[in-house]
C-alpha cells in the first residue's frame, strides 16, 4: 500500500509490501519539489511485536487506521493514495529475507 501526506507532492511517502506474514516498508523523505533536492530512501524490514508493530530501521512504532485507509510513523499521519507497490529492488530483497532488513539509499547515489 502506498501511502503520501498530500497526493500532489509524493516526492515524500510510505509503501508498505506484504508477502505471507512478512512486512516491509520503503520510507522516502524528500522535499516536495524534486528541484530542492534529493530524496533519503530507507528500505526496512516490520517486526512485530506484542504491542504492534515496529520499524526495524527506526524503531516507530506504525499505526494503522481503519481499513488500512490512514497510517502514522509517530510523526505524521499519512492516507493511503495507491493499493500497488513496487516490490521489486530492495523492496523485494526485504520481502524475501527472514532476517531484519534494512537499507539506506543516501541522497545524490
Known amino acids: ?3 503520501t501526506t498530500n ?12 508477502s505471507g506474514d512478512r512486512l ?3 520510507l522516502v523523505n524528500g522535499p516536495p519539489n ?5 530524496s ?3 528500505v526496512s524490514s516490520v517486526s512485530r511485536r506484542t504491542d504492534g508493530y515496529y520499524i526495524d530501521a527506526t524503531g516507530q ?8 485507509s490512514e497510517l502514522s510513523d509517530g510523526k505524521l499521519l499519512w492516507q493511503r493514495l495507491e493499493t500497488d ?3 521489486s529492488g530492495p ?4 520481502l524475501t529475507t527472514k532476517t531484519e532488513y534494512v537499507k539506506n539509499d543516501k541522497p545524490g547515489g
Open 61 to 68: 512504532k506504525l499505526s494503522l487506521g481503519s481499513i488500512y
Open 1 to 3: 500500500m502506498y501511502y
Open 7 to 18: 497526493p500532489q507532492f509524493t516526492a515524500s511517502r510510505r509503501e508498505i509490501g506484504k
Open 24 to 26: 516491509c516498508i520503503k
Open 91 to 94: 523492496m523485494g530483497e526485504c
Open 85 to 87: 507497490v513496487d516490490e
Open 34 to 38: 524534486s528541484a530542492k533536492g534529493p
Open 40 to 42: 533519503k530512501i530507507v
